[in-house]
């Protein structure tokens, strides 16, 4: 089965919509146009709905300390504040040895080797982007292990952060 990419521009409402579709017949199969919310896995945009719209970008390095063996460590990054009335949706992006990562869940920054297991990777530092009412934060966790090769070094991590207008 053949799916076709669908622009429409209804006139007498006003709506925009992009959908995927079987058919090339206008009249049939135009459910996500009708009913978006009930068809959203075909749908690619809507102009009814709400899109979120990054209404900044942060950019800049964040320092991480030394952790030294045998440590539960945990600290939260304050990185700006956001100014909006709320809890806004923030996505963000870091390098790690010149590797660009995705802010995502928890993000591995470093991993520790333990002694006597060179390839074991069983510590490791992380961090995760968020934000509280008032403020854009980055959390970061990092754990040790007692009998490991040395502590976790400082490390320093370029972030590029985008705050939208979108709040949760």
């Known amino acids: 089965m053949t799916t076709y990419r669908r622009f429409v521009l209804d006139a007498a409402s006003g709506v925009v919509a992009i959908y995927d579709t079987t058919t090339r017949d206008l009249a049939l199969d135009n459910e996500p146009l009708s009913a978006p919310l ?89 961090i995760a982007l968020g934000v509280n009412a008032t403020h854009i934060v980055i959390e970061e966790y990092a754990v040790t292990y007692a009998l490991s090769l040395t502590s976790l070094p400082s490390l320093s991590v370029p972030y590029e952060i985008y705050l939208t207008d979108t709040l949760l």
Do not use: C, W
């Open 38 to 126: 009930s068809y959203v896995s075909r749908l690619h945009f809507d102009s009814r709905l709400q899109y979120p719209r990054v209404v900044s970008t942060l950019t800049g390095t964040l320092s991480l300390a030394s952790v030294p063996q045998n440590t539960y460590y945990d600290h939260e990054h304050v990185i700006a504040a956001h100014g909006l009335g709320g809890f806004p949706y923030v996505e963000g992006k870091v390098q790690i040895g010149g590797v660009g990562r995705a802010l995502s869940g928890s993000t591995i920054v470093q991993q520790q080797d333990i002694a006597g297991f060179p390839l074991s990777k069983g510590y490791m530092r992380h």
